[in-house]
């Protein structure tokens, strides 16, 4: 599976994307988004299968939340999320240093590839079949407590269809 990804820094989206590949449904985030738990809940409720986060933690919130919170966006939703980040630039001109770290993460929170800070391609086996193996052993969706809160995928309300 190969994505392309491109944007303009500081643009916010209007919608949330989930793009149906021949492998199955793809949720597209950015590197913020990844700190939104409702944002990945809403991929999931669309039956993505994987949630791809493009981005560029610095090395001061890198090292400490950018594995956490893939492993909590995959577990969260028992899905995957892969992450990719620019590598690490420490030349003196550097405008900006990158965490690097790009990742795949599968539904158990499992690491099944990370790079390191430099220039490298993650490879992963990914088996979506695994997303609803562990749906039906742990049936988070089913046992949610709708009755005393409830997350409102907005697009759907006002009537697009998924």
Request: include cysteine; aromatic fraction near 10%.
């Amino acid at each position: 599976m190969c994505i392309e990804l491109t944007c303009d820094w500081g643009l916010q989206g209007g919608a949330l994307t989930v793009v149906d590949t021949e492998y199955g449904k793809v949720g597209i985030g950015i590197c913020y988004d990844i700190r939104f738990p409702e944002m990945a809940t809403v991929y999931a409720n669309r039956g993505a299968q994987m949630i791809v986060y493009p981005g560029a933690f610095n090395i001061t919130t890198g090292p400490l939340h950018w594995q956490l919170l893939t492993q909590a966006r995959a577990v969260d939703n028992l899905l995957h999320v892969a992450t990719c980040s620019p590598a690490r630039d420490t030349s003196d001109g550097a405008k900006y240093t990158a965490w690097g770290h790009s990742s795949v993460v599968g539904p158990f929170a499992e690491v099944m590839a990370e790079a390191g800070h430099g220039q490298e391609i993650v490879y992963a086996d990914i088996d979506f079949k695994k997303n609803d193996t562990r749906r039906k052993n742990l049936p988070l969706q089913s046992q949610k407590r709708n009755d005393l809160y409830e997350l409102k995928d907005c697009r759907n309300a006002i009537g697009f269809k998924f």
